[in-house]
């Protein structure tokens, strides 16, 4: 007889759920490769008319389309985007050439200025 009431039961727990809504674990290897396939393929796309396909671990171009940017356009317009890239490169180097000469210039300009309020009022001093 126990000391303090009733003795420990649990309830019991009811059945787990099947952790898979899908039942194409239930069928067999035949009819699951007929299904899903055995070989997948090279993934595919086609984006602005344009069809790729990806691999090595990258996009590429599949030849004989149509619309698609020849290698000499292609060679053109890297060329040209490297050009830019160093015009841009230059330009930015000119714009901070330019600044500082400019915080020069300006600071030169607040020296003078506080010498020639300092020269003024040594001037008046003595009037």
Do not use: C
Request: aromatic fraction near 4%; proline fraction near 4%.
């Amino acid at each position: 007889m126990p000391l303090f009431g009733s003795t420990f039961s649990p309830k019991k727990t009811p059945p787990r759920k099947s952790a898979s809504l899908s039942n194409l674990h239930n069928l067999d290897r035949s009819t699951r490769e007929v299904e899903l396939g055995l070989d997948y393929g090279t993934p595919t796309m086609n984006l602005a008319g344009q069809s790729l396909k990806f691999e090595n671990g990258q996009w590429i171009a599949e030849t004989g389309v149509s619309g698609g940017v020849d290698r000499r356009e292609t060679q053109r317009l890297r060329r040209r985007n490297q050009q830019l890239e160093e015009e841009n490169n230059l330009l930015r180097l000119k714009v901070d050439i330019l600044l500082d000469m400019l915080s020069e210039t300006t600071a030169e300009s607040h020296l003078m200025e506080k010498e020639l309020d300092e020269l003024k009022s040594v001037s008046r001093r003595r009037k």
